[in-house]
């Protein structure tokens, strides 16, 4: 079993920046690739972006590229996500996932471990 909390949503204008965090405690989490993906109201869950177990590779969707950045800490059990230059189409509520193995992916029925979620909204 794996836990992950997920922390550091909030309210954000255009423009501007928010650090969001992913603690997990449970098995060993440098065993485990890790994602982002978000949900917004009336839409599907959507990979944002992932990292490979050593934190060596990391993936984007087209949306955020270039905006968005994940990074994680084996020894802190974290993996992050800064994300800047949001914008409105970006609210919606952030999960952080694990998967088994070190390779990312974008489907979120290959994770097996789910976050309950953090929100983000962005205003206009």
């Known amino acids: 079993q794996v836990q992950l909390v997920e922390s550091g949503g909030g309210l954000v204008q255009a423009g501007g920046s928010l650090r969001l965090s992913c603690a997990a405690s449970g098995r060993t989490f440098s065993n485990y690739a890790m994602g982002w993906f978000r949900q917004a109201p009336g839409k599907e869950r959507e990979f944002v972006g992932g990292?490979?177990?050593?934190?060596?590779?990391?993936y984007y969707a087209d949306s955020v590229k270039g905006r968005f950045t994940i990074s994680r800490d084996n020894a802190e059990n974290t993996v992050y996500v800064q994300m800047n230059s949001l914008k409105p189409e970006d609210t919606a509520v952030y999960y952080c996932?694990?998967?088994?193995?070190?390779?990312?992916?974008?489907?979120?029925?290959?994770?097996?471990?789910w976050g309950q979620g953090t929100q983000v909204t962005v205003s206009s």
């Open positions: 996932a694990a998967k088994i193995s070190g390779i990312v992916a974008r489907e979120p029925w290959q994770y097996g471990y």
């Open positions: 990292i490979s177990s050593g934190g060596g590779t990391s």
